[in-house]
């Protein structure tokens, strides 16, 4: 059983999600379920030297912004923010995107704004789901992993998820359970589905005598793709070892601004696209006409494919998505495009004065050659979309030696979690 700290009062939101308190002994508190303001006992999760990590067990005093979350029993696992109103969601969100510049003495010019369609639920395209074998019953639900902890906690569900996901998920657990399908023989099942509400399905096992073909029959017909993969049980992940069964090769298609794009269920494409396409509205004003454009970090090309315009480079390091990236090259006749198989950090040779860049790099932010390529090579702009504004900041002290910020805007690509996307718009001074 966990130790229980009590009465604990938090001070702030903090960059990766928690309330922020102090323990009576002088360590720092980072603790997930609370709001500032509140006092609460917590049970501990993670005890280092300097600090202490845990969860709320009872809120004494409550803040003002605290309502119930719309999943009570899973919320923490997924989206430790549905216990705040949405507008101090978007408050905090701003708040940090501050915080994380003014660490860095990076004064934003213009008032932070955060765009949101409004839509805090069912706005995710994607759902990877654990399972859950209760014992006593015999019987297979689906689970999420407990935050903290190794530990599984069986879900209906997920509010954040489209409505056919949940429909697909639960039709598929309703069968497995009909089939006699135990846990031990599952890791996850990962659906997609796009705008149109079609699903493509997969489900990742671990014992290979599972009844594929008969679960397929019975699931797989109203999917435009369902697999049944098996997954090496010496790996945590679930990754694909060998393909048991399948429906059909048929990738989910989609449009991102009117482009249509292909991609693989086990593929990377964006969580939210509308919100997605408003960033890209937003980047698009600031390509430079009759530029080059260089997109870096460029996942299947669905910004350089997009607004990069007809002379337009993607550099990409995953080979599947770049894969996927060049059948979209050739299914949309951009013969002005070139898709290169590389880390940003080694295809500098792209990066040149005379070039618009385009970068959207992964959390840890931009790779240090990349941002020595930029100051010696002074390309006339660059417009940098981040998952991590606290790394995004750190990169723009780095270039402020020669870059200004001309403009920027946040997103709310995640609704009800933590994450923030931030974009930013540097000139050369």
């Given at each position: 059983?966990?130790k229980?700290?009590?009465?604990?009062?938090?001070?702030?939101?903090?960059?990766?999600?928690q309330?922020?308190?102090?323990?009576?002994?002088g360590?720092?508190?980072?603790?997930?379920?609370?709001l500032?303001?509140?006092?609460?006992?917590?049970?501990?999760t993670?005890?280092?030297?300097?600090?202490?990590e845990?969860?709320?067990?009872?809120?004494?005093?409550?803040?003002?912004?605290?309502?119930?979350?719309?999943?009570p029993?899973?919320?923490?696992?997924?989206?430790?923010?549905?216990?705040?109103?949405?507008?101090?969601?978007?408050?905090?969100?701003?708040?940090?995107?501050e915080?994380?510049?003014?660490?860095?003495?990076?004064?934003?010019?213009?008032?932070?704004?955060?765009?949101?369609?409004?839509?805090?639920?069912?706005?995710?395209?994607?759902?990877?789901?654990?399972?859950?074998?209760?014992?006593?019953?015999e019987?297979?639900?689906?689970?999420f992993?407990?935050?903290?902890?190794?530990?599984?906690?069986?879900v209906?569900?997920?509010?954040?998820a489209?409505?056919?996901?949940?429909?697909?998920?639960?039709?598929?657990?309703?069968?497995?359970?009909?089939?006699?399908?135990?846990?031990?023989?599952?890791?996850?099942?990962?659906?997609r589905?796009?705008?149109q509400?079609?699903?493509?399905?997969?489900?990742?096992?671990?014992?290979?005598?599972?009844?594929?073909?008969?679960?397929?029959?019975?699931?797989g017909?109203?999917?435009v793709?369902?697999?049944?993969?098996?997954?090496?049980?010496?790996?945590?992940?679930?990754?694909?070892?060998?393909?048991?069964?399948?429906?059909?090769?048929?990738?989910?298609?989609?449009?991102?601004?009117?482009v249509?794009?292909?991609?693989?269920?086990?593929?990377?494409?964006?969580?939210?696209?509308?919100?997605?396409e408003?960033a890209?509205?937003?980047?698009?004003?600031?390509?430079?006409?009759?530029?080059?454009?260089?997109?870096?970090?460029?996942?299947?090309?669905?910004?350089?494919?997009?607004?990069?315009?007809?002379?337009?480079?993607?550099?990409?390091?995953?080979?599947h998505?770049?894969?996927?990236?060049?059948?979209?090259?050739?299914?949309?006749?951009?013969?002005?495009a070139?898709?290169?198989?590389?880390?940003?950090?080694?295809?500098?040779?792209?990066?040149?004065?005379?070039?618009?860049?385009?970068?959207?790099?992964?959390?840890?932010?931009?790779?240090?050659?990349?941002?020595?390529?930029?100051?010696?090579e002074?390309?006339?702009?660059?417009?940098?979309?981040?998952?991590?504004?606290?790394?995004?900041?750190r990169?723009?002290?780095?270039l402020?030696?020669?870059?200004?910020?001309?403009?920027?805007?946040?997103?709310?690509?995640?609704?009800?979690?933590?994450?923030?996307e931030?974009?930013?718009?540097?000139?050369?001074?």
């Open positions: 059983m966990h229980q700290i009590e009465a604990i009062t938090l001070e702030k939101i903090v960059g990766g999600g309330a922020l308190g102090t323990a009576p002994d360590r720092k508190v980072f603790v997930w379920g609370g500032p303001g509140e006092t609460v006992n917590i049970s501990v993670k005890k280092k030297s300097k600090m202490i845990g969860v709320v067990s009872d809120v004494i005093t409550r803040s003002d912004q605290r309502i119930e979350p719309r999943d029993d899973s919320h923490l696992s997924t989206s430790p923010w549905q216990i705040m109103t949405f507008e101090a969601e978007q408050h905090y969100k701003a708040a940090l995107i915080e994380a510049f003014e660490l860095h003495n990076i004064v934003l010019p213009q008032p932070i704004s955060l765009y949101s369609d409004g839509k805090e639920f069912a706005y995710r395209n994607k759902i990877e789901f654990s399972f859950w074998f209760d014992t006593d019953t019987k297979l639900s689906l689970a992993f407990r935050r903290g902890t190794h530990g599984k906690i069986p209906d569900g997920t509010s954040l489209h409505p056919a996901i949940l429909d697909t998920a639960q039709h598929i657990v309703d069968t497995l359970n009909l089939l006699k399908v135990e846990g031990r023989m599952l890791k996850t099942l990962l659906i589905c796009n705008k509400g079609r699903v493509s399905w997969q489900l990742y096992v671990k014992d290979d005598m599972v009844p594929a073909e008969e679960l397929l029959r019975s699931v017909i109203n999917a793709s369902a697999e049944v993969i098996f997954s090496n049980p010496k790996s945590p992940a679930s990754v694909i070892t060998s393909r048991i069964a399948r429906t059909s090769r048929t990738p989910l298609q989609d449009t991102v601004l009117d249509p794009f292909r991609y693989a269920t086990e593929g990377f494409f964006q969580i939210n696209l509308p919100v997605y408003q890209l509205r937003d980047m698009k004003q600031w390509i430079l006409p009759d530029t080059p454009v260089v997109d870096l970090y460029s996942g299947v090309g669905t910004i350089g494919l997009t607004i990069g315009g007809e002379d337009v480079t993607l550099v990409e390091i995953n080979e998505a770049v894969r996927e990236m060049e059948m979209n090259i050739k299914r949309l006749q951009r013969t002005g070139r898709a290169v198989l590389a880390p940003s950090e080694k295809a500098l040779d792209y990066i040149t004065k005379e070039s618009c860049i385009i970068v959207d790099p992964p959390r840890a932010g931009l790779h240090e050659d990349v941002i020595e390529k930029f100051l010696t002074q390309p006339r702009r660059i417009i940098y979309l981040s998952c991590n504004p606290v790394t995004q900041a990169d723009v002290e780095k402020a030696e020669k870059y200004g910020i001309k403009a920027h805007g946040g997103y709310n690509f995640f609704p009800r979690t933590p994450h923030i931030h974009l930013v718009i540097l000139d050369l001074k």
